[in-house]
């Protein structure tokens, strides 16, 4: 194994050393970070934003009934009994008809949506506030170091002084994300990474309007798949299916609740309740996933790891099944010198992952197949969703996948 860069040079301050530095503050590092201080295991959380840029910066809002049980089994469900709302069906438009999907009728089980940020801010709340937890935020430069030893370390500089710290550790865990420094801290030839890129895109739109149905919609349609996602009663995520690395000044207002209309629209379907638009980005679908998750004593959590697109909403869900797995092992670790879940990390986790990008991709033919201008496609792509209304072992194959199964901690 070749080594890591080494440690920063003499004048680099250190720092007060600890057992994990854990690399990025969204869902996965916070969820460790909870995990290990439950555990009474020494730890710091590095974080280059804000706290309030972490608390509000929009992202997923669907979280899996699994991952609430184990929020709550742990004390970290915060807010989210009371604030999240469970979902018990969708409903699929195409060919100008509406078909519900009552999933809960079929398996028992719900989805909750509770939006990432109000998730974070709980998990924040809880490290932070509540348990004392060492957070830092606006750090910049943050390099790992000596990731091939027993005493890995990471730099950063203060965003105070602008002095350079040393935080030597046992473990490091990167959760940083998909443009964050620590997936590519692990040299190329001891990685592999996996693409995929779907060659399309998706405008996704907050709009200050109620949602016209109390579940999610799909639109299927010639012109380009749409969707609506309720995240409160007074807001609404829209999406659009447009060309991968479009200008979202592309889309102005008018436009935007024209194509939702006609994207959207079905006998005897509720109008669309129309307002203003708080938000408007282009998101291209792409993939990937790191493989192993682990090289040396760090380990990857989360989009550092691994992206799938918001095609299933399964980010979310992935991330923090990864931070139960691996604050787990880490607290097994100190506590029982217990290895055997930090040796199994990558395997574990890598499993889950593969599962739901397979059914990402299956369900991103089915979104955009009608509008993929190939006649044979959208005639399989009208097969697949006929077949999903008329037999009930493609109907509940599809709920198992769609809810997620309970991983076994």
């Not at 999933?103 to 801010?121: A, D, W």
């Not at 792409?286 to 004593?297: A, F, S």
Request: proline share 7%; hydrophobic share 40%; net charge negative.
């Amino acid at each position: 194994m070749s080594p890591s860069p080494r440690s920063p040079h003499s004048n680099s301050a250190p720092d007060d050393g600890r057992t994990v530095v854990i690399v990025g503050a969204g869902p996965a590092g916070l969820a460790v970070a909870n995990i290990l201080r439950a555990a009474s295991v020494d730890c710091v959380v590095l974080e280059t934003e804000s706290r309030q840029f972490v608390e509000t910066r929009p992202r997923a809002g669907v979280i899996e009934e699994w991952a609430v049980r184990e929020l709550d089994r742990r004390g970290l469900a915060g807010r989210l009994p009371e604030r999240a709302a469970p979902h018990s069906a969708c409903e699929f438009r195409f060919a100008g008809e509406r078909y519900r999907f009552p999933y809960t009728e079929l398996t028992g089980r719900h989805h909750y949506v509770y939006p990432q940020p109000l998730l974070v801010t709980d998990l924040l709340r809880e490290y932070a506030d509540v348990r004392g937890g060492d957070i830092r935020f606006g750090v910049r430069d943050v390099t790992l170091h000596d990731l091939h030893t027993d005493r890995p370390a990471v730099s950063y500089r203060c965003p105070d002084t602008g002095e350079t710290r040393l935080l030597r550790c046992d473990f490091i865990a990167g959760c940083d994300g998909a443009r964050g420094v620590t997936r590519d801290a692990i040299p190329a030839r001891h990685r592999r990474i996996a693409r995929q890129d779907d060659g399309i895109g998706w405008l996704a739109l907050l709009a200050e309007v109620p949602p016209s149905m109390d579940c999610v919609l799909f639109g299927l349609h010639p012109r380009g798949f749409a969707g609506q996602m309720p995240r409160s009663p007074e807001v609404t995520r829209f999406y659009l299916q447009c060309p991968p690395g479009d200008d979202p000044e592309n889309w102005p207002h008018e436009r935007v609740w024209t194509e939702l209309r006609e994207r959207l629209g079905a006998a005897g379907a509720p109008p669309l309740a129309e307002g203003r638009l708080i938000e408007k980005r282009v998101l291209d679908m792409h993939h990937y996933v790191v493989e192993p998750l682990v090289h040396g004593r760090l380990f990857l959590a989360g989009d550092a790891g691994h992206l799938v697109a918001p095609i299933a909403a399964k980010g979310m869900n992935l991330a923090l099944n990864d931070a139960f797995v691996l604050g787990d092992a880490l607290a097994a670790y100190v506590s029982l010198g217990d290895v055997s879940g930090l040796d199994g990390y990558s395997a574990a986790c890598l499993r889950r992952v593969w599962d739901y990008q397979e059914f990402s991709q299956w369900l991103s033919d089915v979104y955009h197949g009608l509008a993929s201008g190939d006649p044979f496609r959208a005639g399989t792509t009208l097969a697949r969703l006929r077949r999903l209304f008329s037999s009930p072992a493609a109907a509940a194959a599809f709920a198992e996948q769609y809810l997620g199964s309970a991983p076994a901690y």
